[in-house]
């Protein structure tokens, strides 16, 4: 009967452990992606990319993007950037957390529409 109530009393002690340790953090990764002209960077806290034109050639920049939703759908999409060297512009998202994001840095003009391979992949 002693080593019944041991094996309740180590069980319960288990139980109680499991109710107040604490939970694993989620840990989203921060990425950037560059090409001649573009840079874009995404920032996991906020689910936002920044997408900067870079030179002085009259070029618009883009960001592509792709992300996998939960159902296994994609969502696909560009950020232009066409105001000049220098400039910025912040796209905010609503990724799920712990997903995977994955984009690159694109340059685009009358002729040429040119992106960075291989793709960056950065965690929601």
Not at 26 to 34: I, K, R
Not at 91 to 105: C, I, K, L, S
Request: with cysteine; net charge negative.
């Amino acid at each position: 009967m002693r080593l019944h109530h041991k094996v309740v009393a180590a069980g319960a002690m288990s139980a109680a452990l499991l109710l107040v340790a604490p939970t694993a953090a989620h840990a989203g990764t921060d990425e950037n992606a560059s090409v001649f002209g573009s840079l874009v960077f995404f920032r996991h806290d906020g689910d936002s990319f920044r997408v900067c034109d870079t030179l002085d050639d009259a070029w618009n920049v883009y960001a592509r993007y792709e992300y996998i939703r939960i159902d296994g759908s994609t969502q696909t999409g560009r950020h232009y950037v066409s105001s000049g060297r220098g400039t910025c512009a912040d796209f905010d998202h609503n990724f799920g957390e712990g997903r995977p994001v994955r984009f690159t840095a694109c340059v685009q003009n009358w002729v040429l529409d040119y992106c960075q391979e291989p793709w960056s992949t950065a965690v929601a």
